[in-house]
């Protein structure tokens, strides 16, 4: 799947992930492969991007949304703290 976090000021990362982790407004939700479409918006809190071998990566993002699409995600962030 790939992956863009976006922020008003900046691209924060673009790649290739196994699963995403969101901090959902009604609670925290994953994102795998072939996952249903969904756009969502986003509380404060922690994004967690697994990549494609063990590498764990952790945002902390100020609210926003996200939105997922035939494997491609995106995350637009109010902020990255």
């Known amino acids: 799947m790939n ?3 976006l922020t ?6 673009e ?3 196994i699963s995403v982790t969101v901090p959902g407004t009604l609670g925290s939700f ?3 492969k072939d996952h249903a479409p969904i756009i969502s918006t986003l509380a404060d809190g922690e994004v967690i991007i697994k990549g494609n ?7 902390f993002i100020k609210g926003g ?3 997922a699409l035939e ?3 995106v ?7």
Not at 8 to 13: A, I, Q
Not at 53 to 59: N, S
């Open 3 to 5: 992956l863009e976090i």
């Open 8 to 13: 008003p000021d900046k691209k924060v990362f």
């Open 15 to 17: 790649g290739e992930v």
């Open 30 to 32: 994953q994102i795998l």
């Open 53 to 59: 071998k063990t590498d764990e990566e952790r945002f």
């Open 65 to 67: 949304v996200v939105e």
């Open 71 to 73: 494997n491609k995600i």
């Open 75 to 81: 995350v637009l962030a109010e902020g990255i703290a």
